[in-house]
């Protein structure tokens, strides 16, 4: 079955850097993309960006423009999200997702992880 | 920016109760490209609906949306207890993507 697999939470001090792993499996990565979305608590979903895992086109969010970037590994089936400069407003559970386009449903989704920033 | 306004945003409901969660968008979500997706704690969101009322395969069809333009609807028939959850609709009209905020259905 269809499976994305996140690395694990992270703990960061604001102005630092994470890099979120997304593994998948069960299915080609290349003939799909990838999205990454957060979610703080009791919020809805925000998305951040999507990729193509097959020709490595982005889209970003204009408000992480700058700060963010998504690249994929075809040989290992797997997608990063590095997000720099963090403050504490960037606190949230960060999930990856599978998307066909650069707008479309996402499905399935990974377990996510949760970036804490704090100092 | 294409507004998802869901209502209301806590429903306090018995098991084999039906209800109706509503979302309403700012600005008219073409071609019905509108999904909903359910979360329960800890988990992440998954997949109910899409195109406004095509279940995803293997949803039950307890499930149901409909709607179009601005106005959208799930309704649940019969809630079961695994039904309890937080419910988010997505617009994928055009980027940035946006979700609303969330209904929860919660056990009265």
């Known amino acids: 079955q269809v499976q994305l697999v996140q690395s694990g939470a992270e703990v960061k001090k604001p102005g630092a850097s994470v890099k979120v792993s997304c593994k998948t499996s069960?299915?080609?990565?290349?003939?799909?993309?990838i999205k990454w979305v957060r979610q703080a608590p009791g919020q809805g979903p925000e998305w951040m960006g999507w990729?193509?895992?097959?020709?490595?086109?982005?889209h970003y969010a204009q408000k992480f423009q700058g700060r963010l970037t998504m690249t994929t590994d075809t040989s290992t089936s797997t997608a990063y999200m590095e997000l720099r400069s963090l403050t504490s407003e960037d606190t949230a559970v960060y999930f990856c997702?599978?998307?066909?386009?650069?707008?479309?449903?996402?499905?399935?989704w990974g377990q996510g992880t949760l970036v804490t920033v704090s100092s | 920016e294409i507004v998802l306004t869901q209502s209301p945003g806590t429903l306090s409901l018995s098991p084999g109760e039906s209800t109706t969660l509503s979302c309403r968008a700012s600005?008219?979500?073409?071609?019905?490209?509108l999904a909903w997706y359910q979360q329960k704690p800890g988990q992440a969101p998954k997949l109910l609906i899409s195109?406004?009322?095509s279940r995803r395969t293997g949803i039950p069809n307890r499930f149901s949306g409909s709607g179009s333009g601005t106005d959208f609807t799930l309704t649940i028939s019969r809630l079961e207890p695994e039904d309890f959850a937080v419910y988010f609709c997505?617009?994928?009209?055009?980027?940035?993507?946006?979700f609303g905020q969330g209904t929860k259905v919660e056990i009265k």
């Open positions: 997702a599978r998307g066909t386009a650069w707008v479309g449903v996402y499905d399935p």
């Open positions: 069960g299915y080609t990565f290349t003939d799909y993309g």
């Open positions: 990729i193509s895992a097959y020709n490595g086109g982005i």
């Open positions: 600005q008219s979500v073409t071609n019905n490209f």
């Open positions: 195109g406004a009322s």
């Open positions: 997505q617009q994928y009209v055009t980027l940035p993507e946006t």
